[in-house]
């Protein structure tokens, strides 16, 4: 069975470019994260969805995040425009569904490593 | 959900047993408690995840005594491929929140 799949890998961009991740979770999978990583640090939430409904916002920065999952399967996070700051690496996690008594195990892409420059 | 303190590294040898502890002392009644491993330039996996007393699977063992305010991970023979970091983290509800880790590192 296929992993959660991102795309692209690696992306290099200067500073107020605008840049979008994609990515394809596990078929069957309700929930969709989307993460930051910092080097050296855990990963940061930035957006989960169920479904096609993001239940948690909280942590994005809507200045210049936004993110989408039209249909309930693929979703796609977006910064613009993007800051030195940005820098970082961006995971996308799916899992079956919240509800389930495995309380979420997740299950991690290999993620986008962004440099802005 | 539950802060979760680690420290910050700890260093084994192939085929010794390590042990990983956690704080988490305002985990709330609903919390599990969940590891994940991450190697280099990947996303992080699964390893285990408990409510309390201990929890084996084909990986490792997790130790949880009856306050909750702690948890062990327990990995039996390390080698060097072991050499990752390991998050401890309260999960509710569809919610976890990662820690910074213990990175442990594995020698021959």
């Known amino acids: 069975e296929a992993g959660v799949v991102q795309s692209p890998r690696y992306k290099i961009i200067e500073k107020k470019q605008p840049v979008a991740f994609w990515c394809n979770p596990i078929s069957g999978h309700n929930t969709l994260y989307w993460y930051r990583q910092n080097l050296g640090q855990g990963p940061e939430l930035l957006i989960r969805?169920?479904?096609?409904?993001?239940?948690?916002d909280s942590q994005l920065p809507k200045d210049r995040f936004s993110a989408e999952r039209l249909k309930g399967v693929d979703s796609t996070l977006k910064i613009q425009p993007a800051e030195l700051g940005d820098s970082a690496v961006y995971l996308c996690?799916?899992?079956?569904?919240?509800?389930?008594?495995?309380?979420?195990?997740?299950?991690f892409g290999p993620g986008t490593r962004l440099t802005v420059l | 959900l539950a802060k979760t303190t680690q420290p910050i590294s700890m260093d084994s040898y192939e085929g010794q047993e390590v042990n990983i502890t956690c704080s988490h002392n305002?985990?709330?009644?609903?919390?599990?408690i969940t590891w994940y491993q991450q190697f280099p330039s990947q996303g992080p996996r699964f390893i285990i995840q408990g409510y309390k007393t201990k929890v084996t699977n084909e990986v490792a063992s997790l130790f949880i005594p009856a306050d909750r305010k702690s948890s062990t991970l327990s990995l039996p023979r390390v080698s060097l491929s072991d050499t990752a970091v390991y998050y401890c983290l309260g999960t509710n509800a569809g919610k976890s929140t990662f820690g910074d880790g213990t990175t442990l590192t594995v020698k021959p």
């Open positions: 969805y169920e479904n096609e409904e993001a239940v948690d």
């Open positions: 305002n985990i709330a009644t609903n919390d599990y």
């Open positions: 996690a799916s899992s079956l569904d919240w509800t389930s008594s495995t309380h979420n195990e997740q299950f």
